[in-house]
């Protein structure tokens, strides 16, 4: 008997964007619990709620420090992601990111 697989695209957000420190084992119950009956839509809610929560700690974390730090790890985890969807091309984005760490490293902090 073939077990169930959920959501590529859904599993592979979580794998990119979910929450760090507890990332293997949400995303081992939440397969668990998707072969064990839960719907396409409750995986993918469960997905959205936890990669949210992820990015709300992280921007939280980030008010620490300056802005230019936060705005280049956005563009980078903006990048991967565009890439991970096909929007964006590898080159492309090695082209991007140097540009930003440039201007963030021009930047001041406030």
């Given at each position: 008997?073939?077990?169930?697989?959920?959501?590529?695209?859904?599993?592979?957000?979580?794998?990119?964007?979910?929450?760090?420190?507890h990332?293997?084992?949400?995303?081992?119950?939440?397969?668990?619990q998707?072969?064990?009956?839960?719907s396409?839509?409750?995986?993918w809610?469960?997905?959205?709620?936890a990669?949210?929560?992820a990015?709300?700690?992280?921007?939280?974390?980030?008010?620490a420090?300056?802005?230019?730090?936060?705005?280049?790890?956005?563009?980078?985890?903006c990048?991967?992601l565009a890439?991970?969807?096909?929007?964006?091309?590898?080159a492309?984005?090695?082209?991007?990111?140097?540009?930003?760490?440039?201007?963030?490293?021009?930047?001041?902090?406030?």
């Amino acid at each position: 008997m073939s077990q169930r697989a959920p959501p590529a695209l859904a599993t592979w957000l979580i794998e990119q964007l979910g929450p760090v420190r507890h990332r293997e084992s949400l995303m081992g119950d939440l397969i668990e619990q998707f072969r064990q009956g839960q719907s396409e839509s409750w995986y993918w809610r469960q997905v959205v709620i936890a990669v949210l929560l992820a990015r709300l700690h992280f921007v939280r974390s980030m008010l620490a420090i300056p802005k230019a730090k936060l705005i280049l790890r956005l563009v980078i985890e903006c990048a991967i992601l565009a890439v991970g969807l096909g929007t964006l091309t590898w080159a492309a984005a090695a082209n991007k990111v140097p540009c930003t760490i440039g201007i963030c490293l021009c930047t001041k902090a406030p």
